[in-house]
Nanobody, 128 residues
């Protein structure tokens, strides 16, 4: 099991930027494929982005954030990031990071089902 703590959320004007961080502890971080999900009030949790384990050479994005958000990882800091640019009011949600231990360097997951560990979330509010 790995413990995850998100940070970096806040209130931002439309068109602005935020960088979310997710710090992991408890296990060898590089073995984990990581993902970001979000949940807006009254809506189901949805996939945002994911990055493969180890060197993180593979990344995937939801269509709604493609070209605006960038996921990355720093295994020396046991942290995954989500750089969010050109924010829109519809990006308003509670953002969660999730971890899935994998021994495959190509493992990457856009479904919430495979993920074993979740953070508590950080709120992002995009003001119009």
């Amino acid at each position: 099991q790995v413990q995850l703590v998100e940070s970096g959320g806040g209130l931002v004007q439309a068109g602005g930027s935020l960088r979310l961080s997710c710090a992991a502890s408890g296990r060898t971080f590089s073995r984990y494929a990581m993902g970001w999900f979000r949940q807006a009030p009254g809506k189901e949790r949805e996939f945002v982005s994911a990055i493969s384990s180890y060197s993180g050479t593979s990344t995937i994005y939801a269509d709604s954030v493609k070209g605006r958000f960038t996921i990355s990882r720093d295994n020396t800091k046991d942290t995954v990031y989500l750089q969010m640019n050109s924010l829109k009011p519809e990006d308003t949600a509670l953002y969660y990071c999730a971890a899935k231990q994998t021994y495959s360097m190509s493992g990457i997951y856009s479904s919430a089902v495979p993920y074993d560990d979740w953070g508590q979330g950080t709120q992002v509010t995009g003001a119009s």
